[in-house]
Each structure stands twice: as structure tokens, then as C-alpha cells.
């Protein structure tokens, strides 16, 4: 919860001095940069994992069913939400909703990914709307995850959760979920975390 | 997007090759300081878009239906792979 909050305090600090301040350089390929190096850094993160090999060995294909279930159950209420939203399309929607709370890669990268076929002002706009999106999903998951259990029964709150399951979210669902959850969870939270890029960027070209 | 998928799967083959040198675990705290970072650079875009910074509220409400509406569905989808695969005789079997 920390974590979240120095997130969106670092947000709205930038936003604030975007406001006040403007700078002489491109902002937006700073930017990529900054996020290769993330990308970089999340790799070692996975790749260090000391229980890598026991979770590898406990992958089933019930186990398997859970992210998939996230996956197929974020697209197809994303896709409802394009024909609401009449602004973006479908595909807009889901690559918005395959964040899976990771607001931080999937905002740049729909701003970027999106920005040669929307222009820098729509693709600014469906970044930030990303952003806003997935932080809401990680914040409800992290204060409704008893509502989400009760009514939606023990995996849901791994579900609701997106990649959040892995980590930030993980002593909620065990408080609510049991213990017997967290190799789902983690897994659950890993392959999603991979997901990420490869199904925003499969939206983003859609 | 491969670009992406590469960086990530080089950092995983670095990790892991690394993974008893125990300041690598330190990486976490990295991540989150290049993240906070990140939206502090994402902040400021938006915050020189004056367009962006007039319709708050609009980009909130849309943001809100979008988690809404993915987080409904994916608890229904979890509720349904739970009560066909993972319950059986009101027993929570992992």
C-alpha cells in the first residue's frame, strides 16, 4: 500500500510540475529509455527468484486455469466497456484493461504503441486513462478483496488482483483466501507480469 | 513489443545466473524507485498537456468503468473456474 501511494504521490508530483515547468527535451523517448531499464531490472527480479525451480515444478494445468480465467474474464468486460465508451474502439479498451494493474508498464506503453496511429494527444489521453484504470484495479483489489471473496469465492481475489497477486496483494489473499492460495497466486501473479507487454502491444496494433 | 519481451527475458537469464549473489535480490527496491521515476516522467507529460489536465474528471470516469467492468469479469471468470475445477463437496482443494 506503501508502494502505491510513493507511485501516485511521484504521479501527481510530476503532474505538478508539468504544469509549472517545461523542459527542452523529448520527454516521451526519455521515457523508453527509462522503461528498457525496467524491463531489464524485471527480468533479474524473476530470473533471482530462489523458488523459480519449485514453482516451475508445480505448474498444472488447474493451476494454469486461474490466470486464464483472469485473462479471458478482463477481455471480454474490457471489450463490453468499447461499446460504452464510445470514443475508443474495442481493442482500445482491452489493451487498456490487459494492464492487469501493472499501470506503470502498460500506461508508457500504450502511450507509446499507440501514438503513430492515434496521434501524441489521443495516445497521451488512452495512457493516462491506463494509468487511472489499473491503479483503481490494484487499489479496489487491495481494499475489497473481502467483498471479492464473499461474493465471488476464494480464487477471486488472486483474480481481481492481476499481476498485484504476486506481491503487493499476497497477504490479503492468503488472510482471505488460505494459505493453500499462494503458490496459485504467485504463479498466477508471474504469468500475468509476462502477459503484460505481449497482450498490450497486441492491442495497441489491433 | 519484442524489444520488451527480449530486455525481460535477458534480465531473467542474468537474474538467474546470479540469483546466490544476495545484493541481487536488492533489484526490488530499483524497480521501485525506475517506477516511481517513470510515472513522476508520465506525470509531467500529462501535466504540460493542457487538454489532459482540463479533463480530469472525464479520464477518471473512464478509467473507473474500465477497472470496474475488468475486475467484475475476471472474478466471474474465477468464481466459474473455481465452482467446475477447485471446489469439490464444498472442499477447497488447490
Excluded at chain 1, 72 to 98: E, H
Excluded at chain 2, 56 to 68: D, R
Aim: one cysteine or more; glycine letters at 10%; aromatic letters at 12%.
Amino acid at each position: 500500500m506503501k508502494g502505491s501511494l510513493a507511485i501516485l504521490l511521484f504521479f501527481l508530483l510530476g503532474c505538478t510540475c508539468g504544469v509549472y515547468y517545461n523542459v527542452d527535451f523529448d520527454i516521451h523517448e526519455l521515457s523508453v529509455y527509462v522503461l528498457y531499464v525496467l524491463m531489464i531490472l524485471l527480468g533479474i527480479n524473476l530470473g533471482c527468484n530462489q523458488d523459480l525451480k519449485g514453482f516451475a515444478k508445480s505448474i498444472n494445468l488447474k493451476v494454469l486455469l486461474v490466470p486464464i480465467a483472469t485473462v479471458s474474464g478482463t477481455f471480454l468486460f474490457s471489450a463490453v466497456a468499447g461499446f460504452i465508451l464510445s470514443r475508443w474502439s474495442i481493442f482500445d479498451c482491452m489493451a487498456v484493461g490487459s494492464g492487469f494493474a501493472y499501470y506503470s508498464v502498460s500506461s508508457v506503453l500504450i502511450t507509446q504503441l499507440k501514438a503513430p496511429s492515434l496521434g501524441m494527444q489521443l495516445a497521451t489521453e488512452l495512457g493516462t486513462i491506463a494509468l487511472l484504470a489499473n491503479i483503481f484495479r490494484e487499489m479496489a483489489a487491495l481494499i475489497g478483496a473481502p467483498l471479492i471473496y464473499r461474493f465471488f469465492g476464494r480464487l477471486a481475489p488472486i483474480s481481481a488482483a492481476g499481476i498485484g497477486s504476486a506481491d503487493i496483494l499476497l497477504a490479503s489473499i492468503s488472510k482471505y483466501s488460505g494459505k493453500e492460495a499462494i503458490p496459485i497466486a504467485v504463479m498466477h501473479g508471474i504469468l500475468i507480469n509476462i502477459s503484460v507487454p505481449f497482450f498490450v502491444s497486441l492491442f495497441c496494433k489491433m | 513489443m519484442f524489444i520488451f519481451l527480449f530486455l525481460m527475458a535477458s534480465g531473467a537469464v542474468v537474474g538467474y545466473r546470479f540469483r546466490c549473489v544476495s545484493k541481487i535480490h536488492k533489484v526490488t527496491s530499483l524497480i521501485q524507485i525506475v517506477i516511481c521515476f517513470l510515472l513522476f516522467i508520465l506525470g509531467f507529460s500529462i501535466g504540460t498537456n493542457r487538454l489532459i489536465m482540463g479533463n480530469l474528471k472525464y479520464f477518471c470516469e473512464q478509467a473507473a468503468l474500465i477497472a470496474g467492468l475488468s475486475m467484475l469479469g475476471s472474478s466471474v471468470a474465477a468464481l466459474l473456474v473455481y465452482q467446475f475445477f477447485f471446489k469439490k463437496g464444498g472442499d477447497y482443494e488447490g
